[in-house]
């Protein structure tokens, strides 16, 4: 579980998979963690957690009551669905009226807005529908869709979300399997291996903060996080002859 938004990017908290009571299948095994992290979570930290922001697995009934339930706001990817509600809103928003048109400065395209209210199978309450068409100038065409259980976040706002988990994904999961051996396992105790992990979250949270919260100037954001790494272990290594650092804090 990490943080959208501006960086830093942090771990906030994990959730190890339980052979014996987790399903041997990769997606529901996935869905089953996320929920019983998703619990715990906002049981010890309350009032810390106001959206969680999930890929097109988690687009259905359980997954959506499981976060309204946990007071939880849903932002959740929507691709290919055989839900027929999901259809059935697909069909709706294609025929709707635009409800916003703005340029993203960032990807180069303009993005046409839609939504819609709609209610899935075996939801109580009613779902916004969100269509987020991107158009090049090279009149390339594509699209983002999502439901949401809330009606008031901004559809820019919610446009900068989807955009925001992807870089997590693309980021930061990344570069814990190349650079913090995440995908590699040195040793089989579950206990072991869960201390493991928090301590590789708690050096890769310690790092982003401090070069995000303490390194500045144009020459460090120059500077790849590899290479501000590299720099400060030589720093380190430095330190027993000479007190002259490479990046001044102060």
């Known amino acids: 579980m990490s943080l959208i938004g501006n960086e830093p990017r942090l771990i906030i908290d994990f959730e190890l998979y339980k052979g014996s009571e987790d399903s041997s299948k990769k997606d529901e095994g996935e869905l089953t963690i996320a929920k019983r992290l998703l619990s715990r979570v906002t049981k010890e930290h309350k009032c810390t957690i106001d959206v969680v ?23 959740i990817h929507v691709k290919d669905s055989n839900i027929i509600s999901i259809k059935e809103a ?11 048109i703005w340029q993203d400065g960032k990807r180069d395209c303009e993005v046409t807005a839609y ?25 390339k065409y594509s ?10 976040i901004p559809l820019q706002t919610l446009y900068k979300m989807m955009h925001m988990r992807w870089d997590i994904e693309n980021s930061l999961f990344n570069k814990l399997k190349t650079y ?13 291996i869960e201390a493991l992990l928090y301590l590789m979250s708690i050096a890769t949270n310690l790092t982003q903060l401090f070069i995000f919260r303490r390194l ?10 590899k290479e501000i790494v590299r720099l400060l272990e030589k720093d380190l290594y430095r330190l027993k002859y000479t007190r002259k650092y490479i990046f001044d804090t102060t």
Do not use: W
């Open 53 to 75: 922001v999930y890929d097109a697995l988690a687009c259905n009934s359980s997954c959506i009551n499981h976060c309204i339930s946990n007071k939880v706001i849903p932002v």
């Open 216 to 225: 500045s100037g144009s020459e460090v954001k120059l500077l790849t996080q």
């Open 180 to 192: 913090s051996a995440l995908e590699h396992c040195f040793i089989h105790h579950p206990n072991a």
């Open 143 to 152: 699209q983002v869709l999502l439901v949401t259980s809330d009606f008031n």
């Open 90 to 100: 697909k069909t709706k928003i294609n025929k709707s009226n635009i409800k916003e």
């Open 115 to 139: 939504e819609e209210s709609f209610y899935m199978d075996e939801v109580t309450d009613p779902l916004r529908f969100v269509k987020f068409r991107k158009k090049t100038k090279t009149n």
